[in-house]
């Protein structure tokens, strides 16, 4: 069963770009999140998917934008890129209904973002 | 969601036993404890979960003390590919679907 796949692994863009990564999550998971890493703030939560909503939402500012399609696919979009964005961005996706507490989340590998 | 206190890092050697202890002293009747396992430039592996007592399986255990105000992750005999950061989480299944990373306890397994 292939896992959680992020494209593309690595990114370079220029401040103010913007930029969409893809997450094709685990075949039959219905619920995709998406995660920033830095060094400094560690993993933080961006927003979740499930059945093509947005059920929940991390305290970033509204540059930041998803969406699901109806095969469970995901993107985010991050507009109007600055320094601070240049993160690793994860994203993960959980049978059910969700990465609830007590199930597993499958995470991706990553796309690294780097913002010049 | 309860907050959780681990060390920041902890040093080992290959064939030893190593356990790492979480804090989470408010935590909630509903709330389940999951540890993660993180090696650079990749996502968290879920390790183990459990609500009370102990787990087991094929990669560790899980120590949960009756107040569950803490719990011991136990990695048996780590290898130099243990070398990772372990985060633990705590959360009720019910309060939503967002997962919340602390530090994590950064292990470096030497031979």
């Known amino acids: 069963k292939a896992g959680v796949t992020q494209t593309p692994r690595y990114l370079i863009k220029t401040r103010g770009q913007q930029v969409t990564l893809s997450c094709s999550p685990i075949s039959g998971h219905r619920s995709v999140s998406w995660y920033q890493q830095t060094p400094g703030q560690g993993l933080q939560f961006l927003f979740e998917y499930f059945s093509e909503t947005q059920r929940n939402k991390g305290n970033f500012p509204g540059r930041f934008s998803g969406r699901q399609f109806s095969n469970s696919r995901s993107e985010m979009n991050v507009s109007t890129l600055e320094l601070g964005d240049s993160a690793l961005y994860l994203c993960a996706s959980s049978p059910g209904q969700g990465a609830r507490q007590d199930t597993e989340a499958f995470f991706g590998q990553g796309t690294r973002l780097t913002v010049v | 969601l309860a907050k959780t206190t681990q060390p920041i890092s902890m040093d080992s050697y290959e064939g030893q036993e190593v356990n790492i202890t979480c804090s989470h002293n408010n935590i909630a009747t509903n709330d389940y404890i999951t540890w993660y396992q993180q090696f650079p430039s990749q996502g968290p592996r879920f390790i183990i979960q459990?609500?009370?007592t102990k787990v087991t399986n094929e990669v560790a255990s899980l120590f949960i003390p009756a107040d569950r105000k803490s719990s011991t992750l136990s990695l048996p005999r780590v290898s130099l590919s243990d070398t990772a950061v372990y985060y633990c989480?705590?959360?009720?299944?019910?309060?939503?679907?967002?997962?919340?990373f602390g530090k994590g306890t950064t292990l470096s397994v030497s031979s």
């Open positions: 989480l705590v959360g009720d299944s019910q309060a939503g679907t967002a997962l919340i």
């Open positions: 459990g609500y009370k």
